[in-house]
């Protein structure tokens, strides 16, 4: 069975950082395309990082040079690095598995101004 585990969710004041991380498991993580997305209630699920099985990884724009996705597949970690957080990075933020497109069931980032 499948479980992606998100964890390191808050309450953040603007500015501040969070590491949110998804521990992986009964799946070959080490061969799967990861990413994160984020979801507002009311808007369209966004694309926010996705890293290859070997570490090349690619951002939305808003998030560029603030947020760093990595991976330990070793440890069939996922992390989010997010800093410099601004009021609208507040979302659900969950973890996917491109490969067999599983789903954690998320962690709540709230930033405060």
């Known amino acids: 069975q499948v479980q992606l585990v998100e964890s390191g969710g808050g309450l953040v004041q603007a500015g501040g950082s969070l590491r949110l991380s998804c521990t992986a498991s009964?799946?070959?993580?080490?061969?799967?395309?990861m990413d994160w997305y984020r979801q507002v209630p009311g808007k369209q699920r966004e694309l926010v990082a996705i890293?290859?099985?070997?570490?090349?990884?690619n951002y939305a724009e808003s998030v560029k040079n603030r947020f760093s996705i990595s991976r330990d597949n070793a440890k069939k970690m996922l992390y989010l690095q997010m800093n410099s957080l601004q009021v609208e990075d507040t979302a659900f933020y969950l973890c996917?598995?491109?490969?067999?497109?599983?789903w954690g069931q998320g962690t709540q980032v709230t930033v405060s101004s």
């Open positions: 996917h598995s491109t490969r067999g497109d599983y």
């Open positions: 009964g799946m070959d993580f080490s061969g799967s395309t």
């Open positions: 890293i290859s099985p070997r570490g090349v990884t």
